[in-house]
Each structure stands twice: as C-alpha cells, then as structure tokens.
C-alpha cells in the first residue's frame, strides 16, 4: 500500500542554519507530493508541493524535489528563523485501482526548533 | 475570503456525554474529512465524505459518528463509547478529482478535553 516515512524528530538548530527534513515514500503509479507545516495550536497549512517527477516545490524560502528514482521528496531550507518552528509533515496523494481519488496519507511529522 | 471553519476551539466534556465538533466550509469543496492527531503523533483519519449524504470510516472510527447533510457542514459526533477523547480534532476539506495535485485546506483545530 501507500505509505509515507518522515525522519523522527524533533530537530533543533542554530538561526541560519540549514534545514533538511528527509521523507520517502512508497506509493504505485505517480503520486503528487505535498509538505504541510503546523504552527503551535493551529491546524496545517500547504506549504509546497510536487504532481510530477523532478518538480521543485519552493515557498517561502523552503524547496524540495520529487526524485522518483530514490522515491524521496526532502524538504531543505539555506537558513531557518526562529519563526520556522514548527512540525513538518510529508503527504502523498495518489489514484487508486480505477482511477479515483486515494485520501491523502501523511507522515508522523518532524517537530522543528529552532534558537536564537 | 474562503475557508474552513471549525468551532469552538476548546471544548471541555465530562465523562458520558456526547459533544459535536463544528466544520463549515465555504470552498465550495466536494470532500471533507475529520483528523484526530495526539501529542507527537501523526494525523490519523476518523471520518471522510466525498459527497453529500455519504461517508466513509477511516482507520480510528469506533467512538465516533458523523452526518453530512449539506455541502458546507461535516459535523463530527463524539460519543461515550470513545475511550480516550482527549486531543487535538483537525476538519479538512478538498476537491476530490483535484484532490491529486491541490491537496487539502484544513480549520484551525478543536482541541477537546475530558475533565
């Protein structure tokens, strides 16, 4: 079946520093590949995602590019703020048998903290 | 500006009862559905509608119930039979044919309490 794996967490880093958040998956046919970010007592928001092989997803500094020959879609940012604390999750979306809609699986999530 | 409403964001319940969670929308989306996510766990799936007057269990439905009557409302019922309520309840909502490349637009979250 689907299935999402994210790096257990939580990841705790210096401002500026660099980001990498791994995620594989294991999905049939091509899935379209999502990464949402949960802030502190809220509920998730979209933060990039990928429909296609070799798509980059970029948003607010954050990028990450779907590799379907390592079946990976890594989310890396150049340098974090204190602001990006937060938990990260990875989701796939794909077709079931038949062609409909398979409910979006998601991972455990990786808690963020980052210091001053 | 369109979204997803869910109310109210802190819910106390005493051992017994039964409470509703609230979830509107006004995207105009075709699919809704109800996540319960833990302290440090991932979401996990309660319920889903991918139409009006329709709806599917997901993985954790014991304890649970839900009706979908209109379009814009996906209320979700916690009943007695729910072991261990206490969490943090999300409401999400998407078009399911685009559902592929749009993913989901989820509330705010309903934090529910038994005290």
């Known amino acids: 079946g689907n299935s999402v794996t994210q790096m257990e967490g939580p990841v705790t880093l210096s401002e500026e520093a660099f980001l990498t958040i791994n995620c594989t998956y294991t999905?049939?046919?091509?899935?379209?590949l999502f990464w949402y970010v949960q802030y502190p007592g809220e509920g998730l928001q979209l933060l990039l995602k990928a429909t296609k092989a070799d798509d980059k997803g970029s948003n607010k500094g954050f990028e990450a590019t779907y590799r379907k020959e390592t079946t990976s879609f890594h989310l890396e940012k150049g340098s974090v703020q204190v602001s990006d604390s937060a938990v990260y999750f990875c989701a796939l979306s794909a077709l079931n048998y038949g062609g409909s809609q398979g409910n979006l699986i998601f991972g455990k999530g990786t808690k963020l903290s980052v210091k001053p | 500006d369109g979204g997803i409403t869910q109310s109210p964001k802190y819910l106390f319940r005493k051992e017994g009862q039964n409470v509703t969670l609230s979830c509107e929308q006004n995207?105009?989306?075709?699919?809704m559905y109800w996540y319960r996510q833990d302290p440090g766990q991932g979401l996990r799936l309660i319920y889903y509608?991918?139409?009006?007057?329709?709806?599917q269990k997901g993985d954790i439905a014991e304890g649970y119930s839900v009706s979908r009557e209109k379009k814009e409302s996906f209320p979700l019922t916690v009943t007695s039979a729910q072991k261990n309520p206490t969490a943090f309840y999300l409401c999400?909502?998407?078009?399911?044919?685009?559902?592929?490349?749009?993913?989901?637009?989820f509330g705010s979250g309903t934090r529910l309490t038994v005290v």
């Open positions: 999400a909502s998407s078009i399911p044919r685009s559902g592929l490349a749009y993913g989901y637009t």
């Open positions: 509608s991918q139409i009006v007057n329709d709806f």
């Open positions: 995207l105009n989306h075709d699919a």
């Open positions: 999905a049939t046919g091509y899935p379209s």
